[in-house]
């Protein structure tokens, strides 16, 4: 299985971007997925979630500015980003809890994105 972002980028404070993740290989089923961001020199922390029921949770620093979405039948996550500022600029990783053969559920990670912030 791989999950493959694309979609970040440098914007200017105030702008939008919109961060895509899709998942393929052997799936039976992709159970929660979710976006996570590394600033340099800080821990992963979750910037938003989404179970398999379409429930979605949000960081306080992202919430009403961050849109998280998910289209099952392309096996693609979303993360509409909003009134962007510098301190969102991280590298944002995709993560999901798939079933998959043999193994069962499984947590992946994609291998990152970089948003950029600035004037």
């Known amino acids: 299985v791989q999950l493959v972002e694309s979609g970040g980028g440098l914007v200017q404070p105030g702008g939008s971007l919109r961060l895509s993740c899709a998942a393929s290989?052997?799936?039976?089923?992709?159970?929660?997925m979710g976006w996570y961001r590394q600033a340099p020199g800080k821990q992963r922390e979750l910037v938003a979630g989404?179970?398999?029921?379409?429930?979605?949770n949000y960081s306080d620093a992202v919430k009403g500015r961050f849109t998280i979405s998910r289209d099952n039948a392309k096996n693609t996550v979303y993360l509409q980003m909003a009134s962007l500022k510098p301190e969102d600029t991280a590298v944002y990783y995709c993560?999901?809890?798939?079933?998959?053969?043999?193994?069962?559920?499984?947590?992946?990670w994609g291998q990152g994105t970089q948003v950029t912030v600035s004037s």
């Open positions: 989404i179970s398999s029921g379409d429930s979605t």
């Open positions: 290989g052997s799936i039976f089923r992709i159970n929660a």
């Open positions: 993560n999901a809890d798939i079933t998959v053969p043999i193994y069962g559920r499984t947590d992946y």
